[in-house]
């Protein structure tokens, strides 16, 4: 009796043993994901960024303003939105009438992953997914709307070099590649709106 009580120890000694092994190995093997930073109120941060696009549209150069706005979840994420316009008059090359200029605009989200963000210089990509609107305006009319417009769906993806100026202001720069949905506005389509701009700005914020 007393060696089947002891081998009965020895046998739950064993069975917590390799529970406590498994278990902490369990821990140890836990799957990374990329939102691994848990989001708390009290660690959100925020920043306003406004920014500057030069690329080209239909054969014309095309200077494009924004702002974004986001809110930085952790690190790694940050979530918010944007709104862009041109602010040159825009000459297509394939606008038969002679004084008028292409204006766009254009909103929506994105969502942002900075990679090093504590390190001076590091990596951000943004994902821009919005809608916009193509108009064309006479330079000598005083009609608002002479020609309609025209709305269409993009993606815009970016890749950016960031250096952290001060504690509260980041600048960035690189490259974004504006892809524009089904459209048909005048001599205009998607492929005219589409295309590889530059981009430039500064995060003014607080950043967790």
């Given at each position: 009796?007393?060696n089947a009580?002891?081998?009965?120890?020895?046998?739950?000694v064993?069975?917590?043993?390799?529970?406590s092994?498994?278990?902490?190995?369990?821990?140890?093997?836990?799957?990374?994901?990329?939102?691994?930073?848990?989001?708390?109120?009290?660690?959100l941060?925020?920043?306003?960024?406004p920014?500057?696009?030069?690329?080209?549209?239909?054969e014309?150069?095309?200077?494009i303003?924004?702002?974004?706005?986001?809110?930085?979840?952790n690190?790694?994420?940050?979530?918010?939105?944007?709104?862009?316009w041109?602010?040159?008059?825009?000459?297509?090359?394939?606008e038969p009438?002679?004084?008028l200029?292409?204006?766009m605009?254009?909103?929506?989200?994105?969502?942002?992953?900075t990679?090093?963000s504590?390190?001076?210089?590091?990596?951000?990509?943004?994902?821009?997914?919005?809608?916009g609107?193509v108009?064309?305006?006479?330079?000598?009319s005083?009609?608002?709307n002479?020609?309609g417009?025209?709305n269409?769906?993009?993606?815009?993806?970016?890749?950016?070099?960031e250096?952290?100026?001060?504690?509260?202001i980041r600048?960035?720069?690189?490259?974004?590649?504006?892809?524009?949905?089904?459209?048909?506005?005048?001599?205009l389509?998607q492929?005219?709106?589409?295309?590889?701009?530059?981009v430039?700005?500064?995060?003014?914020?607080?950043?967790r």
């Amino acid at each position: 009796m007393k060696n089947a009580s002891l081998k009965l120890n020895l046998l739950l000694v064993l069975a917590f043993v390799c529970i406590s092994i498994a278990s902490h190995a369990q821990d140890e093997t836990e799957p990374k994901t990329l939102f691994n930073n848990s989001v708390s109120l009290s660690k959100l941060g925020f920043y306003v960024n406004p920014t500057y696009q030069i690329g080209s549209i239909d054969e014309a150069t095309a200077h494009i303003f924004g702002v974004r706005g986001g809110v930085v979840l952790n690190p790694n994420w940050t979530v918010g939105g944007g709104y862009h316009w041109t602010v040159n008059n825009i000459d297509p090359a394939s606008e038969p009438i002679n004084n008028l200029y292409l204006d766009m605009r254009m909103g929506g989200a994105f969502v942002e992953y900075t990679v090093w963000s504590n390190q001076l210089f590091h990596l951000t990509f943004p994902l821009m997914i919005g809608v916009g609107e193509v108009e064309m305006d006479r330079e000598t009319s005083n009609d608002t709307n002479p020609f309609g417009e025209e709305n269409f769906f993009f993606v815009e993806p970016s890749a950016q070099l960031e250096v952290n100026l001060m504690k509260n202001i980041r600048f960035h720069t690189g490259i974004a590649y504006r892809i524009v949905g089904n459209m048909d506005y005048r001599m205009l389509d998607q492929s005219d709106i589409s295309g590889l701009t530059g981009v430039a700005g500064l995060k003014i914020g607080l950043f967790r």
